[in-house]
């Protein structure tokens, strides 16, 4: 049985682990609420961005000299897979939950039979991956001195993935992230980068509005195209600051109440034991006056 020092020693140490995780919870909290509100103002700008290019892209679907961006290289052999998860742990399953979607995503595409790069923005996303698929990470980007994420950071992301385009390394990019739901709920998702989607394209048509537009398509998708890539890109990054906080809120909650359970359950041991020996400690004082 543990002597009385060891359950103190022990219990001090679950208490030292409490307070470090509410700590962690507050300062999780006081994120989530700026990143939640940075991802929710991102959302309507990302959304309408794509519902033009799409309403573009009808006028340009049979156009000879539509943008690359649109319409492909005409083949989908190389596969560029961007796992976006963070530079942290302490947050739960977050960064395990989207390299999973994205292990899903990767293993999928080599069954059919393509070629994988793969382009990991956080170093927990390219610490799991690179287990399976060392040979298949081409690019690593973190932002672990970073402490508020900017559009900046994003364009030079966006930059890197267009330069990788041009240069005829891949043929379809695809992101991974964790989409924000609420604080216990983040959903990881996998979208198309390049070619731009324009599945919304049909829903537009159907719905009978047109647009003149000037200058022509051709020219406006031509300038609006890479910015939609790093657009798109910021919108992931703020969705994944946002579930990340919340995750981490959710883990350390659920920590700090664990901890509680811990020291409450080993309280109980320590004066059971306590209780245990005092009573020893009497029956030897008294049997010892008996002897004599």
Known sequence: MPSLKAFRNRIASVRATRKITRAMQMVAASKLKRAQDAAQAARPYAEKMSSVISSLAGAMANNPG???????????????????????????????????????????????????????????????????????????????GVKRIAFGNAAEIGRKILEIYENGGFDVATIVYSRFRSVVSQEPVAQRLIPAP?????????????????????????????????????????????????????????????????IDRLTLQYNRTRQAMITKELIEIISGAEAI
Not at 76 to 100: H, K
Not at 217 to 227: C, K, T
Request: proline content about 2%; glycine content about 10%; charged content about 25%.
């Open 66 to 144: 539509a943008p690359k961006l649109l319409t492909g290289t005409g083949a989908d052999q190389v596969q560029l897979v961007i796992v976006a998860t963070a530079d942290r742990g302490l947050c739960g399953g977050f960064n395990t939950n989207i390299v999973r979607r994205a292990r899903q995503l990767i293993d999928q595409l080599l069954r059919d039979g393509k070629e994988v790069k793969i382009f990991c923005i956080g170093r927990k996303g390219r610490d799991q991956l690179r287990r399976l698929y060392g040979r298949h990470i081409i690019e690593t980007v973190e932002f672990t």
């Open 198 to 262: 324009v599945e919304s394209a049909k829903k537009s048509a159907a719905g009978g509005t047109f647009y003149d537009y000037e200058p022509d398509e051709a020219e406006i998708l031509a300038g609006l195209l890479p910015r939609n890539i790093s657009v798109q890109v910021f919108r992931a990054l703020l969705e994944n600051a946002a579930s990340e906080q919340g995750a981490r809120m959710s883990a350390m909650d659920s920590a700090t109440r664990n901890a509680g359970e811990v």
